[in-house]
């Protein structure tokens, strides 16, 4: 199975396609907020069988412009997804953190080194690893695809979930 995992962003979006079942990263590509306006999301779901969706969630911080822009694009993408027929999750990095690195208070460069022990060494372009190409904000979409790859939770907040209390 594929996983499209998203990590959302103010200025640029990350999305990475995870194979399951060879566990490699087989896809991976940027998409700069300014594009989205002419964005065609159905090239990008060609083969995917699943979509997640990196959640912000609230910690009692206050937040600055970033993290507005940054909840504008995950609706953004969820309304551009809206039409597909498999479930499109949010996927709290709070729960990629717990999942891969056994702590909520793990930095970015934890699930990291969480994800590189796990599927071995990125590599080089002569020696590839399964996470080649893999690097910066790529490593959270990686994240919550690997996430997603590993556990169902039905009690995971699910758009579906959202359009059935919305009557759709």
């Known amino acids: 199975m594929i996983y499209l995992g998203i990590d959302p962003g103010p200025v640029e979006s990350a999305f990475v396609w995870w194979d399951a079942e060879s566990e490699k990263v087989i896809r991976l590509e940027s998409i700069p907020v300014f594009e989205l306006g002419s964005f065609e ?17 609230c910690f009692g911080m206050a937040v600055g412009q970033e993290t507005f822009r940054t909840v504008a694009g995950i609706g953004w993408f969820a309304s551009l997804l ?14 990629v953190k717990i999942h ?11 699930v990291r080194q969480s994800l590189i022990d796990r599927f071995g060494k990125v590599g080089t372009k002569k020696q590839p690893g ?8 790529f490593w959270a979409a990686l994240g919550v695809a690997v996430y ?3 556990v169902f939770d039905p009690a995971q907040f699910w758009i579906e979930d959202l359009r059935n209390k919305a009557g759709k």
């Open 41 to 57: 999301i159905g090239p990008l779901l060609k083969g995917v069988d699943h979509v997640s969706i990196e959640w912000i969630e």
């Open 82 to 95: 809206s039409g597909i027929d498999w479930p499109l999750r949010l996927v709290p990095r709070r729960s």
């Open 100 to 110: 891969l690195c056994n702590s909520m208070r793990a930095k970015d460069a934890n």
């Open 130 to 137: 399964k996470l080649y190409g893999v690097a910066t904000h």
């Open 148 to 150: 997603s790859a590993d």
